[in-house]
Nanobody
Framework: QVRLVESGGGSVQAGDSLRLSCAAS??????MAWFRQAPGMEREGVAI???????KYADSVKGRFIISRDNAKNTMYLQMNNLKPDDTAMYYC????????????????WGQGTQVTVSS
């Protein structure tokens, strides 16, 4: 059974940093991604990383967020720097055999989410 568990969310001030983690079990050789959803907004893809470590980012987080993974630990990370109030959202990790954010959003396995709140 595939299971994803996010952690690391919290409440911070603008300009602060946070690191989210997503621990995976029951799955191997997969693509992983971070999504986020703010209240009243659609879920959006933040970053995606394949099992070789190749990563892509949404324009809104380029230069501030870094996605990485430790395959030995089956864990993915999202280092979020220079956080802004617009980054406030529930952050979800997803995993699957799909290779794009759009397909992973539809067909991937999801975690339960971790809340990130950034105040000005």
């Amino acid at each position: 059974q595939v299971r994803l568990v996010e952690s690391g969310g919290g409440s911070v001030q603008a300009g602060d940093s946070l690191r989210l983690s997503c621990a995976a079990s029951g799955i191997t050789f997969y693509t992983m991604a971070w999504f986020r959803q703010a209240p009243g907004m659609e879920r959006e893809g933040v970053a995606i990383i394949d099992d070789s470590g190749r990563a892509k980012y949404a324009d809104s987080v380029k230069g501030r967020f870094i996605i990485s993974r430790d395959n030995a630990k089956n864990t993915m990370y999202l280092q979020m720097n220079n956080l802004k109030p617009d980054d406030t959202a529930m952050y979800y990790c997803a995993a699957g055999s799909q290779t794009t954010l759009a397909s992973l959003q539809i067909h991937g396995v999801w975690g339960q989410g971790t809340q990130v709140t950034v105040s000005s």
